[in-house]
């Protein structure tokens, strides 16, 4: 899995003889983090498959293409920060989390830690 930062959303085509466009890109964010996807063919000319926020949308689920200079490499450093996620559970779920995290003697905060790292092919940090 790759990630990327998006570090730029002007609009590449345009058409000709049309005044020169000025918006950002529809679902692509300056600094924002997205997944890239493996594509052979796109990057023998210069371009990148994104999954972009437009995902969910009416062909979109095989990502699009953009430019690969829009955005960079997305590693951990050790300057990388923590934060925090706030996930809003109805009271089903905070009760079954909760039941896992007491079988497993972990926290409900270890537990998800532990689901993230074991679903996601992330990088070591350092």
């Known amino acids: 899995m790759s990630y990327v930062k998006c570090i730029s959303n002007r609009p590449y085509l345009q058409p000709p003889h049309q005044p020169e466009q000025d918006d950002p ?8 983090v997205y ?3 493996s594509d052979p ?7 990148i498959r994104i999954i972009d926020e437009s995902f969910g949308e009416a062909g979109s689920e095989n990502g699009y293409l953009y430019p ?8 951990p450093n ?10 809003h559970l109805d009271e089903y779920v905070k009760g079954v989390l ?5 079988a497993a003697d972990k926290s409900v905060s270890a537990l ?9 092919d992330l990088p070591e940090v350092g």
């Open 112 to 120: 998800m830690r532990e689901w993230v790292d074991e679903r996601l």
């Open 35 to 37: 997944k890239a996807i």
């Open 41 to 47: 063919v796109a990057e023998e000319h210069g371009m």
């Open 68 to 75: 690969a200079e829009y955005f960079e490499p997305f590693l």
């Open 25 to 32: 890109l529809y679902g692509l964010t300056i600094g924002k």
């Open 98 to 102: 909760h039941a896992e995290a007491i």
């Open 78 to 87: 050790e300057e990388t920060s923590r934060s925090s996620l706030t996930i």
